[in-house]
């Protein structure tokens, strides 16, 4: 879930991660209503107030959703997809825009690129010296086996995946996000011993434990 605001409006994006038959669902960005009268996701309509329906998107095994407002008063919005082998769906908010779903000229999400490769794990837009970024976080890559004794090759998961960092490029109207970096990704304790500065996020490490001994060397 990620709460935001345009406008003076609040909003909720919720992403969703199966239905329990299949991960290819909407997710929600819902708007919220305080004058009596709420329009449901299935079109129905429920009195008091609360949030409404305002836009759903296509996911495939949603895991995250960030919102970042612009200076502008528009958003980027990117959906993290486990499945479906696009990682990253960003949208571009624009104003004005003809809303079937919600009804009436009252903006939009329109889909402005893919990102990432697949199995993403989260996703998190920021700014840095006014320009937008995105960090993602991927959980697997999927690598082939052959088959024992003549069967089917089969897929196994590999816990390497890259994460990477994305650097918008062009204006706000008609730039998007660009690779700017792929961060290492150690997957053992004697791999993070091998980057000097990353022992202290894990305590009993090798490293760590070093560290004391030969403090507890030097004093004695």
Not at 21 to 31: C, G, H
Not at 176 to 197: C, H, K, N, S, W
């Amino acid at each position: 879930l990620e709460a935001f605001t345009m406008a003076g409006s609040v909003y909720l994006a919720a992403a969703s991660y199966t239905d329990g038959a299949s991960t290819s669902v909407y997710s929600y960005v819902y708007r919220w209503n305080s004058y009596g009268s709420i329009a449901m996701p299935d079109g129905t309509k429920a009195f008091g107030f609360g949030f409404e329906a305002f836009q759903l998107f296509p996911t495939h095994g949603c895991t995250g959703v960030d919102v970042l407002p612009l200076p502008s008063g528009g958003a980027l919005l990117a959906w993290a997809n486990y499945q479906g082998g696009q990682a990253i769906d960003v949208y571009r908010f624009v104003t004005g825009s003809y809303n079937s779903f919600y009804g009436g000229n009252s903006g939009l999400f329109e889909h402005l690129q893919y990102a990432g490769g697949s199995t993403a794990h989260g996703v998190t837009l920021f700014m840095v010296g006014g320009v937008p970024m995105m960090g993602v976080a991927m959980r697997q890559t999927e690598v082939t086996a052959e088959g024992e004794d003549g069967s089917d090759p089969y897929l196994y998961p590999k816990w390497d995946a890259p994460s990477s960092v994305y650097r918008w490029q062009g204006d706000e109207a008609t730039g998007m996000f660009q690779v700017l970096q792929t961060l290492t990704t150690a997957r053992t304790v004697a791999e993070i011993d091998e980057y000097p500065g990353l022992d202290f996020c894990f305590e009993g490490s090798s490293s760590s434990s070093s560290s004391s001994d030969s403090s507890s060397h030097s004093s004695s």
